[in-house]
């Protein structure tokens, strides 16, 4: 069955830098859309990064220019590189998979196998 599991979070000062990781079981991230997602407490859940089954990428505007989504398809893994960490990017981040090759959004409700998740802490 399908499976994710995040890893590489934790805590760091403003305008440091983590990379968080994704393994996926059950299927292949080469041919599908992955995305990465978060959530802060009262918040409603956030996507911020996608990339299709053709390493196609894209980004909301709060993270764009800032953190980078790739995929080592040898290790079924899905990587978010995070620079520039700001405190409003402290959240719980999460990843999941779209059905398919193509992303088309961002919206949560649309993605499944959501993982235990990952907790990134900025501080000031």
């Known amino acids: 069955q399908v499976q994710l599991v995040e890893s590489g979070g934790g805590s760091v000062q403003a305008g440091g830098s983590l990379r968080l990781s994704c393994a996926a079981s059950?299927?292949?991230?080469?041919?599908?859309?992955m995305g990465w997602f978060r959530q802060a407490p009262g918040k409603e859940r956030e996507g911020v990064a996608t990339?299709?089954?053709?390493?196609?990428?894209r980004y909301s505007d709060s993270v764009k220019g800032r953190f980078t989504i790739s995929k080592d398809n040898a290790k079924n893994t899905v990587y978010l590189q995070m620079n520039s960490l700001k405190p409003e990017d402290t959240a719980m981040y999460y990843c999941?998979?779209?059905?398919?090759?193509?992303?088309?959004?961002?919206?949560?409700?649309?993605?499944?196998?959501w993982g235990q998740g990952t907790q990134v802490t900025v501080s000031s």
């Open positions: 990339i299709n089954g053709y390493d196609t990428t």
């Open positions: 999941a998979r779209r059905s398919g090759v193509y992303c088309y959004d961002r919206n949560s409700a649309s993605y499944s196998g």
């Open positions: 059950g299927f292949t991230v080469s041919s599908s859309c």
